[in-house]
């Protein structure tokens, strides 16, 4: 089989099931699948191309619409950095005649 026709995520699905690296370039996992004896989940692959070729040809294209209510926000932040406002400690004087029990 030619491994450099199928796409990105075809080749690392199959090299999952072969135990191969997925996160090389396309490139090396079709040369990593072309270098083994037998390539498991290849027979799956074919038949679900040749399914989905067969349901192309059959099936007119349709456009489908989704009207939502709520459009959800997009950009910016998801969460806004809420400023809190810090208690002053009191004086180090405040304390010590506070201890002392004189006003300075």
Do not use: H, W
């Amino acid at each position: 089989m030619d491994f450099q026709k199928l796409t990105r995520r075809e080749l690392q699905a199959l090299c999952k099931k072969n135990k191969i690296p997925a996160n090389v370039t396309n490139a090396a996992m079709a040369d990593a699948l072309k270098a083994l004896q037998l390539v498991e989940g290849i027979e799956e692959l074919t038949q679900l191309s040749q399914s989905e070729t067969a349901q192309s040809s059959t099936e007119s294209p349709v456009r489908c619409e989704v009207m939502s209510p709520y459009v959800p926000p997009t950009g910016g932040r998801s969460t806004r950095r809420r400023n809190v406002a810090k208690e002053e400690p009191e004086s180090v004087s405040d304390e010590v005649s506070e201890i002392t029990g004189t006003d300075r």
